[in-house]
């Protein structure tokens, strides 16, 4: 079977890819829906974070029992060795997420001064959402690297 293939430390990093996945695609189209600002939402946001951390405790409670990852084993140079790989990637991807959304502010800017328009006005609720979704994409990827890695076995 499957799971009995893997260890403990890749039956942790499933359930970790799994449960950002199911709480990102619960949370990003829920939040990028929102017309307004974080003003004209308080309401919805806080109601939307409440649940996101009530899916996270449960979640992981509910995965890490089904795949019984809590079982700690001792790191060795390989596993160093994976960790520091999938953290040159997360940074990567944070960077690459990080520069994009700086230069998309910079456009912007530009467009303003020189043509005399806005293609898009970014609130703060989006900037927060943007930084948020560069955070998720950069753990996503850092752990799919680990994955790899430890699937691959060398």
Do not use: C
């Not at 970790?16 to 619960?26: E, G, N, P, S, T």
């Amino acid at each position: 079977m499957f799971l009995q293939d893997m260890s403990n430390r890749e039956k942790s990093l499933w359930s970790k890819v799994l449960l950002d996945v199911i709480i990102a695609l619960y949370f990003f189209p829920a939040v990028f829906a929102m017309e307004g600002g974080m003003g004209a939402n308080v309401d919805e946001i806080a109601s939307l974070i409440g649940s996101v951390i009530v899916i996270a405790i449960v979640g992981s409670i509910v995965i890490y029992w089904l795949l019984d990852a809590g079982n700690a084993e001792k790191k060795d140079e390989r596993d160093y060795q994976f960790e520091a790989r999938s953290y040159l990637v997360g940074y990567a991807v944070m960077l690459t997420a990080v520069s994009i959304f700086i230069g998309h502010i910079i456009l912007n800017e530009l467009t303003i001064r020189l043509f005399d328009f806005q293609y898009e006005d970014l609130t703060t609720l989006q900037i927060v959402i943007y930084l948020l979704l560069s955070l998720t994409l950069a753990e996503f990827f850092k752990d799919a690297t680990k994955l790899f890695y430890y699937r691959r076995g060398y």
